[in-house]
Structure formats: C-alpha cells, structure tokens
C-alpha cells in the first residue's frame, strides 16, 4: 500500500508542478523558479540556508512530538500510511513533493498574493478534518512563513525547495522506520516522550 501511495503521490506532485509552471509562465512569461525580489545569494548561501532551515524544522517537529500528545498522534497517523517505505521512495517523495509545493506555493502563488496569505494557504492545503490530522495545517503553516521567507531573501526556489525536502526526506525515513508516538531518549532508552 505504501509503495502505490508513492506513485499516486508522484502522479500528483506532477500535477502541481505543471500547474505552477503553466500559471506563472502565462501570467508573468516566465518560470516560477524566481521571486519578484532582492539579487540572488551565492550558491553557498542558498543551499546552507536552506539544509539550515530544514535541519531546524526537523528538529522542532521532534522535539514537538516528544512533548505533544496531539502531534505523537499525527506522527502515529502518518507513519501508518508510509510504514516500511524504502528509502529510495522516500527520497523520491521528498524531492517531488519539496520541488512542485515550492514551485506551487512560492514561484506561483507567493507573487500574486504576497508572503503571509501563501503561507495560510500553504498550511490550508495540509487541513485533513480527521481530528487527529488537524494539527498538520498550523504547523504546516509555520514552516511555509519559513520556506516563503528564505524565497524572498535569497531570491529563488533552491533554498526552500532545499529545506521542504530535508523536512520531507527526514522526517518521512523517520515515520517509515520506527515508532513516531515514542522517541529515544539521550540516555539511548525508548520513552513515550512525555516530559
């Protein structure tokens, strides 16, 4: 099951990215790879900013989970779907989904309607009205204020496409191979995660 879940999800990214690139490119005659702002950064400056921001991003979404019962229950739903993926699908999955959101949601949308309104929508695309699900938008959100942010700064798509698949990359290998709802402790032992 998980193993299809890839492919209809690719099937989808697809979907978005070629909705992104053909909205941007009729509208503004080019490609949704650039923001309407400063100078690029260096190479070095994009791809450091954006693992940056991923590392940190994983970071805070286990440390959310550690101490959160309502997101212990979101990592526990997840994983349920992506439970025993490969680690080349979830690197897949993480690059597709990273590149066509980004494209979508900054090269397209984040022009038109600004920083903050794409990253509500950002986090309104992840709502599920499964209660257990509900805590993915706000926190989707969130990271799309990141993501937006370092698009504008840095002037294109490599850093928060970057950071969106580290996420992505770390935190779906994470679901597909352990127990999300109970983390390690320093000491090595498994917990609940509970303070």
Do not use: C
């Not at 690029?40 to 979404?61: C, H, I, T």
């Amino acid at each position: 099951m998980a193993a299809r879940l890839v492919w209809v999800a690719t099937a989808f990214y697809a979907l978005v990215l070629a909705a992104a690139l053909g909205w941007r490119w009729l509208a503004d005659g080019e490609l949704p790879v650039r923001a309407n702002g400063p100078a690029l950064w260096p190479v070095w400056a994009r791809v450091g900013s954006g693992l940056g921001l991923g590392l940190a991003l994983v970071a805070a979404s286990r440390a959310w989970t550690a101490h959160s019962a309502s997101a212990r229950k979101l990592s526990d739903e997840l994983a349920g779907l992506v439970r025993g993926l490969s680690t080349a699908r979830v690197l897949l999955l993480a690059a597709v989904s990273g590149v066509a959101e980004e494209a979508f949601f900054r090269g397209a949308l984040q022009p038109r309607v600004g920083w903050l309104a794409a990253s509500v929508l950002f986090g309104l695309a992840h709502f599920h009205p499964r209660r257990e699900l509900r805590v993915w938008a706000p926190a989707a959100a969130i990271a799309g204020l990141g993501f937006g942010a370092l698009f504008e700064a840095s002037g294109d798509l490599v850093a928060p496409a970057l950071a969106h698949a580290v996420v992505n990359a770390l935190n779906l290998h994470w679901l597909a191979r352990g127990e999300p709802g109970r983390t390690r402790t320093f000491s090595g032992r498994r917990g609940t995660g509970r303070p």
